[in-house]
Structure formats: structure tokens, C-alpha cells
């Protein structure tokens, strides 16, 4: 399949953005119109007077891309071109879940026929990891760091998923970069549905997450084997179908222990409680979803 | 020699300002409007989803965003898929849009919005006065006032005339005065929808996103290439200066109405006082102004039309034999104790060998009506300072003492 998404760009070693980037244009196919907040993925793939894009593209800002999504469709449908272009946003989890709610939750309400792939790296990459509304519970970044009397974040995920089928979306898919298929497949399938559609592909970074750049789809897949990152889908409001685990379910600590932002769980007094209670949240989706 | 406005008064309907403004905007062809309701924008959005529910409106699609913020950001991305767009809003809802305006021209994006101009929170008012617009002053979009509503209807074929021309590129706010002129029922020409399609050429932009045409839009520039952006923006602006009249003029060719170009003078050419103000309250001016001259008060008004870009030579060359130069603010610089219109006179008079004194009255925030007396008042002030000079050079105009 021909990448949409030339090489040379900005992205880190093992970066995954440019991963999810490139699979979501796998599913979208060439004739899109890409939508891009701004986040690392605008930055290293855009440094004027070059780009990394083989698609129509445009970046305005970091809390409108949903907006911006919505007026490119507005006008392709007033020119008499809306079967010439699918209109596909791709955003950071900080561009979606926190600064772009507000726009993303009026193009949804609004029914605009787009789709929207939220690239979770589970943090505020471009400026320095930060945490932000999808950082999960106990991760250190550089606003939520562990210390003498902090475990990192004391907030879990945020359910974004969730919010989006709440907004009555046709289709609202979780994926992974650790599974190329799964999510081509399903942007794949957003794209093709009418009316606004959402993927959220779980992407880790190993610049903000601390494992080493060769383990971006490990680490992926580990978050999925774990049941932390469960994969479904949802249809007009109901789940159709789940990527089972089943007996190759693994503790939560094989995932936390690849990666830095958890290591102080390890270290610290009281470290193992705050692990039960991670491996509390991966049950709950094990039970919720029947992983 | 300025064009004589030859209106025809057999055209004339009463109606209101936002009714006039809206139907200019259906005039104009838009392919996308895009707006949020605020007071006293209102009437403006309300009158353009009625012209929607009826079909009036053909290849226009009429988003009702959730939000100002969402209303410009949509119309990033339709103005960059090819689009003709409309907007109108004003005070929070304007200042909401503060981060897409300077997105907007710095993707040179030809952006028409109506701004129905009004006071900002706090304390929260909805009456007139020029804040809104004023503060979005370095925002790169060019800023046209009109003094009534047919100008202001007029004024937004021009407006797509002047950005959406390949050597401008910038996006335009028309600014009207809430309520004065959005509310007010008066007689005006509509804007012809024959002459408009005779004088406005579709939109037919050169860059824009299309799969057949992969392009970029909104890079990121490092220190090598940003500063070129922004300079190529001002040489933009620059242009637009002779734009603007250019358009007035061959909107005068084709409809035979006429309003001033950057500028419009009212018996300035013997006068030794100038008088300068923007939008509505010129109306008020003029009027004093023949009071006066009946008394041979050799006063004169400088109407400025374009407040972006600022015209520089235009002012220069009105007031240049003044004695003296009185600027109406209906916003404050907080912090200078000017208003901008003042400030910005001044600062085109310096280092020229113009030497007339100026001065400045802030008047009208927050809707303060804005009485003849008072304007006889400051007219009364300035010349005074024809005799002994300026005593104080800005001042706030009518200030309730009993009330501090
Ligand atoms: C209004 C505004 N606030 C803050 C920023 C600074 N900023 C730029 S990108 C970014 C974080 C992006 O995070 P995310 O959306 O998760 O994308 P990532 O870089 O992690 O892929 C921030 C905070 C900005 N550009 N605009
Ligand atoms: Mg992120």
C-alpha cells in the first residue's frame, strides 16, 4: 500500500504519530483533505518551505481543527465536490480531549460527514510532555511528576470514546498502532460511513514515555494485552464488535515496567497499591468489554 | 473631485440596517456563512438563515456553529477549499475570534465579516462604541467603517472586491455601529443582485485543497522565513490602499453610489478646524457642521473610511493647511489616555512638515449618546486652541463627575 506520508520528515526515531499518520491515510485513501491541529505531528511534518504530505492538508490552530473540519466540508458540499474528497481530522489527545472539545463536540452535534482520528500519545508531546485529560493514572510527566508525595497523575483517562458515541456518532472505533490492520481497517470504515465518525488510536511515544525507539509497537500491543487499551467498535450506540484477549491476558506490570513514566511505581513506598489499582482499571475493561 | 452619490430614490425600501447588510451578504454569493448570535449582530444572522429556509441563498451552505471561536475556524478551512465566506459578530464574540484573525490573513484567506460594532465586557454593555474592532487592530484584516446603512450594505461588495483580488488576498471586517445601525429602519437601495454579479467576479482562488492538487496549508515557518510572511502581508496592505479607492470608484462606475475611498472630506476645503471621526457619528458632525458654518465657523470633516490600512497620505493631505485637528475616539488605548484614531493621526503627522495641532476627546463608550452640544462644545474647545494652543491633548468627553 503506498504511503500518503513521504519520509524525511521531523518525526523522533520510533515516532508514532507518523505511524498513526500514515496508517489513517492507508484507510482514508488518497483523495482526502487532512486536518491537522497543531501537536508534533503538524510540526515535524510541515517545516515551510517543505512537507510531508501527499494529501491536501491544512493546519490553522490547536483548538479548531474539528471547526476547520467542518468548514472544509461545508464548502466542498456548496461547490458540488463532496464526492471528490473525504474530509479526515487528525489530532493529538490534547487537541482533542482538552483544548478542541468544545469544537469537536459542535461538529459532532452538527452531524458533518467527517472523520476524526484522535492520536492518543497520552500527552502534550510538542511542548515537553505535559500531561493532559488522556494521561493515564500514574504516569509521570513534566506538570503531573511523581515526587516525594506524588504518584504522577492522580486523574485516570478521560473516556473520550465514550463522549463521541454520546454525541449520537454513526461510528466510534478504539484502535492501536501496535495494529496496523485493525486501524486502517477501521478509518478505513469511519471514512466510508456517513456522518461524523471517530477513531481514537492509542499511540505511545517514546520520547515522553521513556522506552527505547525500537519498542513504539511492543509497547502498543502490551497496553491492549494488558486490557488498559481495549479495541472496539461501536455502531449507532452499540458495541459490535471486540478484539478478544482472552488467556493471553498480561499483568499490568509488564506494561508499566517498559516505560520510565511508570518506573517510580516500582520504586517508591507504597508503589505495588498504586499498581493494584492500575491493574484494577485494566479489570474493569477486561469485565466491561468480556475481553 | 470626489463623485457625486447619485442615489435613486425609486429604488429606496424602508428596512433595517441588518436586513440591508444580510441581503448584501446573499448578494455577494457566498458559498459558506458561518456565524454565532450576539447582540446587536443578531438581526444579521437571523435575517440570513431566513433567506436559507427559503432557498434564497443557491450553492450556500449555512453553518450554525457552536461557538465565534468555531464560526472563523470553519471558515479557515472552507476559504482554503475554495469557498466565498461570510461572518458577522462583534464585541466578546469579535474578541473570542482574537487567535483566528491573525490566522486568517496570515493564510491570506479573503474572509468577509460585518462587525456590529459594540463596547466590551467589563462591565458588560451591548451599546455602541469602537472597542471590539479597535483592539483587533493588529490582527492584519482591513477595517472599513460606514456612517449609515447604505454604506454599509455597499460596502460589503466592496469589501470582497478589495480581498479577494489576487494582489490583496487579506480578509475585511465592515464595521457598522450596533444598534445606530443595525436596528435603525431606514430607506435604502438594496444591493442590486444584477450589478453585484456585474461588479464582483466569482471567486476564483488560485491555491486551494484539492486532492488533485496536494498542497499545504498553514506550515510552520521557522526564524529563515517567517518574517517574510508578515512583510509580504504589509506590502499586501499597502496595495490595498489605491484597492480601496480603486473599488469605490468602479463601484461608483456601476451603481452610481458613492461614500468616500480611504477617506471621505465634508467642507473641509477652506476649513481651520478638521474634524475626524469613523462610522456613525459622522452623520451627527456633518450636521453640526452646517450649523456652525451658517455662524462662519470654517470647520470641516475627514470621515475616515478605512481605519486598515491607514491612510496616511490621504489624511495628510486634508489637514496639511488646517489650524487645528480635533480626532473623535469611541475607544480607549488604556494606559495612554488616546484613542486610536488620535494616536495614529499624530503619529502620521510626525516627521512631515505638517505642524497643525492635534487633539483628542474619547466620546461615546458604551453607548453614550453623543449630543450636538456636545460636539458644538468640542468644536467650541478648538478654537481656543487655534488662539492659545493645545491645553489638554486627550481627554475623556463627558464624563459624569457625580459618578466617580
Ligand atoms: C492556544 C494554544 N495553547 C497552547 C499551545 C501550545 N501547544 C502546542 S502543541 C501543544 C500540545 C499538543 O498536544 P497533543 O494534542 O496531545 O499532540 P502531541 O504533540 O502530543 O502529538 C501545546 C500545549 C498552542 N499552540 N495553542
Ligand atoms: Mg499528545
Known amino acids: 500500500m503506498k504511503s500518503l506520508l513521504a519520509p524525511g520528515h521531523r518525526g523522533c526515531a520510533g515516532c508514532c504519530d507518523a505511524m498513526a499518520a500514515k496508517f489513517a491515510l492507508m484507510g482514508a485513501g488518497e483523495d482526502c483533505i487532512v486536518i491537522n491541529p497543531t501537536g508534533c505531528l503538524e510540526v515535524m511534518t510541515t517545516p515551510y518551505p517543505e512537507t510531508a504530505w501527499d494529501v491536501p492538508w491544512v493546519h490553522s490552530l490547536f483548538e479548531n481543527a474539528a471547526a476547520v473540519g467542518s468548514g472544509v466540508e461545508a464548502a466542498l458540499k456548496a461547490l458540488g465536490k463532496a464526492d471528490k474528497a473525504k474530509v479526515l481530522v487528525m489530532g493529538g489527545d490534547g487537541a482533542t480531549l482538552d483544548i478542541g472539545m468544545r469544537s469537536i463536540s459542535g461538529a459532532f452535534e452538527r452531524g458533518h460527514d467527517l472523520t476524526y482520528v484522535c492520536i492518543d500519545n497520552e500527552a502534550y508531546m510538542n511542548t515537553g510532555v505535559q500531561r493532559s485529560g488522556a494521561t493515564p493514572f500514574n504516569a509521570s510527566t513534566t506538570t503531573s511528576p511523581a515526587g516525594k508525595v506524588s504518584f504522577g497523575n492522580d486523574r485516570p483517562k478521560k473516556n473520550m470514546p465514550a463522549i463521541m458515541v454520546a454525541h449520537g456518532a454513526p461510528y466510534v472505533a478504539t484502535t492501536s498502532i501496535g495494529y496496523p490492520k485493525d486501524m486502517i481497517n477501521k478509518v478505513k470504515k469511519a471514512v466510508d460511513i456517513e456522518g461524523p465518525t471517530y477513531v481514537h488510536a492509542h499511540a505511545p511515544c517514546t520520547t515522553g514515555w521513556g522506552f527505547d525507539t525500537s519498542k513504539t509497537v511492543e509497547v502498543a500491543k502490551m497496553a491492549v494485552q494488558t486490557g488498559l487499551w481495549p479495541l472496539y467498535e461501536v455502531e449507532e450506540g452499540e458495541v459490535t464488535k471486540v478484539r478478544k484477549i482472552g488467556k493471553n491476558i498480561r499483568p499490568v506490570e509488564d506494561y508499566l515496567k517498559m516505560q520510565r513514566r511508570f518506573k517510580h511505581l516500582f520504586t517508591m513506598e507504597g508503589g505495588a497499591e498504586e499498581i493494584a489499582k492500575i491493574q484494577a482499571l485494566a479489570n474493569k475493561n477486561i469485565e466491561v468489554y468480556g475481553l | ?404
Open chain 2, 1 to 404: 473631485m470626489a463623485p457625486e452619490n447619485k442615489l435613486d430614490k425609486s429604488k429606496m425600501v424602508v428596512v433595517e440596517g441588518s436586513y440591508a447588510v444580510a441581503h448584501a451578504a446573499k448578494v455577494c454569493r457566498p458559498n459558506v456563512i458561518s456565524a454565532y448570535p450576539i447582540t446587536p449582530q443578531t438581526h444579521i444572522v437571523e435575517d440570513l438563515s431566513q433567506f436559507m429556509a427559503d432557498g434564497e441563498i443557491p450553492n450556500c451552505e449555512y453553518i450554525n456553529v457552536e461557538s465565534e471561536f468555531s464560526a472563523l475556524s470553519a471558515l479557515v478551512g472552507s476559504s482554503a477549499a475554495g469557498a466565498r465566506c461570510y461572518s458577522a459578530t462583534t464585541s466578546q464574540g469579535l474578541e473570542l475570534m482574537h487567535e483566528v484573525l491573525f490566522n486568517i490573513s496570515g493564510m491570506r484567506l479573503p474572509v468577509v465579516m460585518t462587525i456590529a460594532n459594540r463596547a466590551v465586557s467589563a462591565p458588560i454593555s451591548i451599546w455602541n462604541d469602537h472597542q471590539d474592532a479597535i483592539s483587533q487592530r493588529d490582527t492584519g484584516w482591513l477595517q472599513l467603517y460606514a456612517e449609515n446603512t447604505q454604506e454599509i450594505s455597499d460596502m460589503t461588495a466592496q469589501a470582497y472586491k478589495i480581498s479577494e483580488d489576487k494582489d490583496i488576498l487579506m480578509p475585511s471586517m465592515t464595521c457598522m455601529d450596533g444598534f445606530i445601525l443595525s436596528h435603525v429602519y431606514e430607506p435604502v437601495v438594496l444591493l442590486e443582485q444584477d450589478l453585484t454579479d456585474e461588479f464582483l467576479p466569482a471567486y476564483e482562488p488560485e491555491h486551494v485543497l484539492d486532492p488533485k492538487n496536494p498542497l499545504s496549508f498553514g506550515a510552520f515557518a521557522d526564524p529563515n522565513y517567517y518574517t517574510e510572511f508578515r512583510y509580504l502581508q504589509e506590502q499586501a496592505m499597502q496595495k490595498a490602499l489605491k484597492k480601496i479607492e480603486d473599488v469605490a470608484n468602479e463601484f461608483y462606475d456601476v451603481y452610481g453610489r458613492y461614500y468616500g475611498g480611504l477617506i471621505d472630506e465634508y467642507r473641509t476645503d477652506d476649513a481651520d478646524i478638521i474634524i475626524m471621526a469613523m462610522g456613525s457619528i459622522v452623520g451627527t458632525i456633518k450636521d453640526v457642521i452646517d450649523k456652525l458654518r451658517d455662524r462662519n465657523v470654517k470647520v470641516g470633516l475627514l470621515k475616515v473610511r478605512s481605519f486598515r490600512p491607514f491612510p496616511v497620505e490621504a489624511i495628510k493631505n486634508v489637514v496639511k493647511d488646517a489650524k487645528v485637528v480635533v480626532v473623535l475616539d469611541k475607544n480607549i488605548s488604556l494606559g495612554l489616555n488616546e484613542g486610536a484614531l488620535f494616536t495614529e493621526t499624530k503619529s502620521s503627522l510626525y516627521n512631515t512638515d505638517i505642524r497643525v495641532p492635534v487633539v483628542g476627546y474619547m466620546i461615546g463608550h458604551g453607548g453614550r449618546d453623543i449630543k450636538i452640544d456636545t460636539i458644538e462644545k468640542i468644536i467650541d474647545e478648538a478654537e481656543e486652541v487655534m488662539k492659545t494652543g493645545i491645553k489638554i491633548e486627550s481627554q475623556f468627553t463627558d464624563v459624569k463627575e457625580e459618578l466617580l
